[in-house]
């Protein structure tokens, strides 16, 4: 995990830990931290996977579940990964994508 507040890198041992600091907002997960870090150099299949993992995360469905969702969403996903890497990177980004997912499904 990345703790953004104290600006270090660190392993979290337990569920209830991770539980709390994901709730304050200090945290994110490398994977995710790593793509919003090369924003306009990441691959739309980095993109896709950290939105896989995220909805996986937050949602009620497993990943062979999720992946038939996002196919789906294929057009949706590319157009938001295109306006990502273009014009910035708090729009359309991970989280916003993720969420608009989790609320259709």
């Known amino acids: 995990m ?4 104290d600006k270090n890198f660190n392993i979290v041992h337990n569920a209830a830990d991770e539980a709390a600091l994901a709730k304050s ?3 994110k997960d490398l994977d995710v931290f790593y ?3 090369k924003w306009s ?3 739309y299949d980095e ?6 993992k995220l909805f996986i995360k937050n949602g009620r ?20 990964y295109e306006k990502y890497v273009s014009s ?3 729009s359309y980004s991970l989280h916003i994508v993720e969420n608009y997912l989790f609320m259709q499904y």
């Open 35 to 37: 793509v919003y870090y």
């Open 61 to 80: 469905y497993n990943e062979e579940e999720v992946k038939k969702i996002m196919d789906g969403e294929e057009e949706y996903l590319k157009r938001n």
């Open 2 to 5: 990345i703790n953004e507040t």
């Open 41 to 43: 150099e990441c691959t």
């Open 47 to 52: 993109y896709y996977a950290v939105v896989l």
């Open 88 to 90: 910035g990177k708090w």
């Open 25 to 27: 907002g200090r945290i």
